[in-house]
């Protein structure tokens, strides 16, 4: 095979602009320097724009769990009451943070695979009064769902005082966030998925009301204390030491989104998503989530005729092409292929390609080149609506 | 669009390995100092296996022009008489070349888009003996018509004493070479093509006969003066600057094609021309050679019912996928698709996929997917027989 090449397809980390590499590369600088302030302060407005907020929006050196244990610790106190509403693994992540923290998490249940229903979500708040927060992922990576996190604020905040806190992590900057808009309380996402950068880097916005709850907290921690970023940031500052490299990489990444138009962006993504959905259809692969569920950034699927692990080490073995496997209880029964972040529409055509040569080792009895032709009718038909909409 | 993304699939320049750009920004260091020999030394074998040689093959700092100037000034004289055969444009360049020298050079035309015919040369040089050299190009670039020069060179030795000088610039380390077995005098080729390197060195090697014509000319100018080259190289150093930063590519890319074996290399380009070439065939786009002559490094395009330039036009506004154009007299009525160097039977599905979306916008009336499902079925067809015979 040829050296040196892959086809990195997995919910994140993602593959790296060329650009970013560059960047990246910058020679070093103090993080104290007038330089440092210049790329924060270039970062700070761009960065709004994708979480769809008027808020600053916090940087941390860290994974994005080091983001959704500051969502925690800075609103919520050991014994306290909140609600996990647990759509995959990652709406699980939540629960065992708050157990470090000794609150009183109580898991509400979807079926995996399935969205949220805000309804439903509501009904469980309004009868528990008690409950402080609300935490939900927007795009549940285990599953490949993007959750309706903005209808699930609106409901909950019909009926109570809880704050919404959301794991954006696998799909903000591919995906519209309307966090103001939409109620929004904490919004947290990472690096490494629509990002297009290496893991750490942690990102956390919070509205008026979380901050009033912040500030009433004594007990903030130290590390993820999120006064001390917000406070330093007013100084296009950080409290602590800044993964500068990566902050070089974001400055060049949010200019890159800026040069292709954020609603290109989303647009491309919802593309993405529509392709790989009617390829599979077409190939008669089981899609794991409803149509209305399935997230721009990931989808998963679920074969009956074949097994999954076989092929992706056949696609592996074959092309270099990577995709996830399924997660816990999801273990060797789905796969997930990721279309986020730096991967266009021709990407898809070239990983369903080989999926289908793929599927074809694996003994599926499939037509060749009928995946490819679903996805590119969907891009034919999307882009010819785009093009009547005088989209850019 | 997507920013900072695109698909260069030219005839050269190509893409560069993630791991030769880094090589590349190694720092600096002495030219002449043991760190240079030591890479020097690294790379002489591996580049003797890629010209099919026991003779060195020298680097020059320069383009692959500089290389066939070399390849002429060290073998004729003015007044000399020489037989250019030529398939295309980059045959005419020797001509050229010679004409700044005052050479006497003949063109021995061939259609362009055809092999020249071994035997054909063979009559014209036995019927003109004072010729003193045969010029041929390998892979004739801008028809992508793959010549059989080891044929040429053994018809024309059999009937005279002329030296047969091969421009292999864009496909050397795509398509095997055997310059001794086949009794290739000189040999050239270029960095940015089946190298993947940036343009900027070129190679030249010579047969035992060559070195005796080469020395006993008095005329070798001074830059280009070849013996020089063998000189230094036998001490694992250069006459002049080398492009440092290019040796530290290539030691990458030599080490890359070892990893990867140069029998697979050579396989993999082969496949990439025949799914190239099937798909067209399935989406009824005229092929501008024939199958015998085509070369596994690029493929052309004759078609008869959509323009040409519409069509690059077309997927270089979509997809920012570059293909080249027609040169000379073939200008706008041909399109040409490299697939060499560091590209995978992966990106020959992306581009045909790409391609059978913009046939569509075109206006070509195409099945979609078709060609794609043909370059699948190649691509299993090919790789079930190397299973079959063994190859890793």
Redesign the interface.
Known sequence: ?????Q?LRIPGPTPI????ERAM?KPMIGHRGNETSQIIQNIKPKLKKVFGTEQDVMMLTGSGTSCLEAAIVNVVHPGDKVLVVATGVFGNRFTKICEAYQIDVEEFHVEWGTALDPEAVKAHVQANPEIKAVFSTYCETSTGVLNPVGRLAQAVHEVSEALVIIDGVSCMAGVETKMDEWGLDIVVTGAQKALMLPAGLGFVAASERAWKVIESNPKRGFYLDLTKYRDNLAKDSTPFTPALSLLFGLEQVLE??E??GLE?VYA?HRLMRDMTRAAFKALDVPLFTKDEDGSPTVTSLKPIDFDAEAFRKEIKG??N?TVAGGQADLKGKIFRVGHMG??????V??Y???M??AL??VGKKI???????A???V??EQ?QQRELEGAK
Do not use: H
Request: net charge negative; glycine share 4%.
């Open positions: 095979m040829l050296t040196d090449y086809l602009p060329p650009s970013v590369t890159n989104l040069t292709e290109n491309r074959s092309f092409l730096y991967c266009a529409p021709t990407d055509l070239q369903l390609a080989a289908e040569i074809v080792k037509q060749l080149g009928a995946g490819v032709a996805a590119q009718q891009y034919l882009t």
